[in-house]
């Protein structure tokens, strides 16, 4: 009886050890490549339409490039999702992203002109962080390039 205890020991500290892993999802690379390709998606949307830019503020330009990007999105949130067993962290990550995405594109069509230098400057700083700390979440999924393990 004895013995049988001491064969468990070794069992439940390496289950303890990397219990971590059993709790956490596995790093995947398309998620991780669609919080890039949205973060530049989303940078670009205010490089086109910020005062000083190449380009004038035109309402069907405007309304394409948001329904683009609704699209890509939504590709990366079912993406997301159907790789989310038991947690929901990459669809949440991406849903944050969209609903931040969605307020922007709003923010333009109501105003109905280019953003202010200073808005963009403040606004894609924030963005740029959100989209980091989405990116630096995958990358510290196990199984990451980076060693998430």
Not at 17 to 30: I, K, P, Q, R, V
Not at 53 to 67: A, L
Not at 101 to 113: A, E, I, P, T
Not at 117 to 143: H, K, P, W
């Amino acid at each position: 009886m004895l013995r049988n205890s001491l064969l468990v020991i070794p069992l439940l500290l390496g289950l303890l050890l990397s219990g971590c892993a059993m709790f956490t999802s596995h790093y995947d690379a398309t998620r991780h490549e669609n919080f890039t390709k949205l973060k530049a998606l989303h940078i670009k949307f205010f490089d086109n339409w910020t005062a000083g830019s190449e380009m004038s503020w035109i309402e069907n330009d405007v309304k394409q490039y948001c329904e683009t990007g609704d699209l890509k999105f939504r590709e990366a949130f079912e993406f997301a999702k159907s790789k989310d067993d038991n947690d929901q962290t990459g669809q949440t990550a991406v849903k944050i992203l969209w609903d931040e995405f969605s307020d922007n594109c709003l923010l333009s069509l109501r105003k109905k002109k280019l953003f202010s230098a200073i808005y963009a400057d403040e606004t894609r700083r924030q963005i740029e962080i959100n989209y980091d700390y989405a990116i630096a979440g995958e990358l510290s999924r196990v199984g990451s390039p980076n060693g998430g393990d």
